[in-house]
């Protein structure tokens, strides 16, 4: 079974241009989640979709970001316009709708390292 | 606001040493799950721990969540190159169970 997968891996942008992140989750997980990591600090969540909803946007820094799930399925996060303070790697992960004993699962993506020149 | 700490954050040994990495909070948490993630990856689920006193074991990584389910303990024996990378701790939010709240990490070099 396919993991979760992003696109791209690395993108290189210079401050106030746009940049659209993907990521794509495991086969019918209906929870999606992106997080980032800025760097020296601990990894923070930005969003939780359910299928094609978003349950939760509280970590979302500011209006620049745009998160959608069309479809219910993949996941697109787009910065507009981009700031030096965006920079870090942002990772999406995701799980099954079933919570699990207490607990939920999260399946993690590679990340896609972002630099704002 | 929850957080977790993680200590130490950096720890280089040698292989056949064994470590203890720790992550503490001041909050209780539902749970607390370890990651490992090497670089240009993501965090890798290595075990969850629910109960208070909870001991789980994976190999030669033991686990252990604390009585009070404010902190969490990952002890490795007989470490090994392979074991290299960032471990993580995280747990549930309180303001919504599917949210995380990640550690700081401790970052693990292991010598051959």
């Known amino acids: 079974e396919a993991g979760v997968t992003q696109f791209p891996s690395h993108s290189v942008i210079e401050k106030g241009q746009t940049v659209t992140l993907r990521c794509d989750p495991i086969s019918g997980h209906d929870n999606l989640y992106w997080y980032r990591r800025v760097m020296g600090k601990e990894i923070k969540f930005l969003l939780h979709f359910v299928k094609e909803s978003k349950q939760d946007e509280s970590g979302m820094p500011n209006n620049r970001f745009l998160a959608e799930r069309t479809g219910g399925t993949y996941s697109t996060l787009k910065v507009q316009p981009a700031e030096l303070e965006d920079s870090g790697v942002y990772f999406c992960a995701s799980s099954q709708r079933v919570w699990r004993g207490g607990y939920n699962e999260q399946f993690f993506g590679p990340g896609t390292r972002l630099t704002v020149l | ?112």
């Open chain 2, 1 to 112: 606001t929850q957080l977790l700490e993680q200590s130490p954050q950096f720890l280089s040994i040698q292989e056949g040493e064994n470590l203890t990495v720790y992550c503490n909070s001041s909050s209780v948490f539902s749970s607390l799950q370890w990651y490992r993630q090497e670089p240009g990856e993501g965090p890798v689920l290595l075990v969850t721990v629910v109960t208070g006193g909870e001991v789980k074991k994976l190999k030669r990584l033991t686990f252990q969540f604390g009585d009070a389910r404010k902190d969490s303990s990952l002890h490795i024996t007989a470490a090994q190159p392979g074991d290299t990378g960032l471990y993580l701790c995280a747990g549930p939010s309180t303001s919504g169970t599917y949210k995380y709240i990640f550690g700081t990490g401790t970052r693990l070099k292991v010598l051959a």
